[in-house]
């Protein structure tokens, strides 16, 4: 099967950076997609960013400017470099990745566990 897991959240000061990994693995034939969600506290999970094979990264509105998205193929992660945190970025964030399996001829979303991401001084 495969699994997305998550790395690289914490507590960071205003202002301060982090930067998050995801890695998929298991039986995997093809990614045809990665991205960051995030869900704050009595909201609904919205998009960070996302990046498809061959395209553009896209990006939330909050996140223009201060976050990266990017991919290592050849590794099957997903990054997301996060600057001039503010504390309105505080939520779990989640890695979400649209796969093709080995044994499958349809792509699947998965999503990781998700990693607290706190900015508070």
């Known amino acids: 099967q495969v699994q997305l897991v998550e790395s690289g959240g914490g507590l960071v000061q205003p202002g301060g950076s982090l930067r998050l990994s995801c890695a998929a693995s298991?039986?995997?034939?093809?990614?045809?997609?990665m991205g960051w969600y995030r869900q704050a506290p009595g909201k609904e999970r919205e998009l960070v960013a996302a990046?498809?094979?061959?395209?553009?990264?896209n990006y939330a509105d909050s996140a223009k400017g201060r976050f990266t998205i990017s991919r290592e193929n050849a590794k099957n992660m997903v990054y997301l470099q996060m600057n001039s945190l503010k504390p309105e970025d505080t939520a779990v964030y989640y890695c979400?990745?649209?796969?093709?399996?080995?044994?499958?001829?349809?792509?699947?979303?998965?999503w990781g566990q998700g990693t607290q991401v706190t900015v508070s001084s």
């Open positions: 298991g039986s995997i034939f093809s990614i045809n997609g």
């Open positions: 979400n990745a649209r796969i093709v399996g080995l044994f499958t001829v349809r792509e699947v979303e998965y």
């Open positions: 990046i498809i094979s061959g395209g553009n990264p």
